[in-house]
């Protein structure tokens, strides 16, 4: 694997390992609710609609880079047969501890979201990928895999950040002031767009190693993969990062039909 994937793969076992938000997992209350038919699911700061995801009892779905323990255990709840695929032991782990807490049916598979020559063509009927192709430095070899392993008709539930947060100077005087200064370009790449040494103080620091990708390649990307984009969500980020998170919604969220 290239060297920053194995990076990131520890800098997500890290963050596994402090409970960050999206390591931390749904309890027990939740599941057995989910069961009787009561459940949100997350992909977004906010839940997504329920006609998203819609009757997917006995049906097989792919948790795309999306474990720790969210929203594999809810939806193998609601009855489907759920594999979590993710690059981070650390946050399968997650989902395995409440597979085994909750008495669920998860089959857990440690692996790169570009890569899915482990699962045959046309099997899942839907996939829940949730934000974590910023991971990743092509997103078009996500949905081009997404596509494949997708039967005809399945849906393919994706969020990610709008690529307007990665322009900014991150400049911590300018925060203050509440001013923002473009800086970069996108697509942005921390391996490309940061100063050496800013880039070795991040690795050195522990943090994943993120890339920008352009609007053409995460919502145009999916419709040349051969999907349909059938619905569309924003929510606002609920603690800013950026200057610019209180002045636009910066969470995109879609989902895709292959046709």
């Known amino acids: 694997m ?45 839940p997504i609609d329920k006609d998203w995801i819609g009757d997917i009892k006995g049906k097989k779905v792919l948790c795309l880079a999306s474990a720790g323990g969210q929203q594999g255990p809810i939806l193998a709840a609601l009855g489907a047969e759920v594999v979590v695929y993710d690059l981070s032991e650390e946050q399968l782990n997650k989902d395995q ?36 192709n910023l991971y990743v430095d092509d997103v078009n070899k996500v949905w081009k895999e997404c596509h494949r392993v997708l039967k005809v008709g399945g849906k393919l539930i994706s969020s990610f ?13 300018l925060k203050e002031k509440g001013l923002i200064r473009p800086r970069f370009t996108i697509p942005y790449a921390d391996r490309v767009d940061l100063t050496p040494e800013e880039l070795q103080q991040k690795m050195d620091r522990g943090e994943a190693l993120v890339f920008g990708h352009s609007l053409r390649d995460l919502i145009g990307g999916q419709t040349r993969a051969g999907f349909a984009i059938t619905a569309y969500d924003e929510a606002w980020q609920p603690n800013p990062r950026f200057t610019i998170d209180p002045f636009i919604p910066t969470f995109i969220g879609t989902q895709s039909v292959k046709l």
């Not at 501890?97 to 857990?108: E, T």
């Not at 950040?161 to 005087?173: G, L, Q, S, T, W």
């Open 97 to 132: 501890m409440v597979a085994q807490r909750d008495d669920l049916n998860l089959r857990i598979v440690q692996g790169d979201m570009c890569d899915l020559s482990l699962f045959e063509d046309a099997y899942f009927d839907l996939i829940v990928h949730p934000i974590s």
């Open 2 to 46: 290239k060297d920053f994937i194995i990076h990131n793969q520890k800098a997500w076992d890290n963050q596994a390992k402090a409970n960050v938000a999206w390591s931390q997992p749904v309890t027990s209350e939740q599941v057995e609710n989910a069961k009787k038919g009561i459940w949100e699911l997350y992909i977004l700061p906010t």
């Open 161 to 173: 950040y709008n690529p307007i947060v990665f322009v900014e100077d991150r400049n911590a005087e």
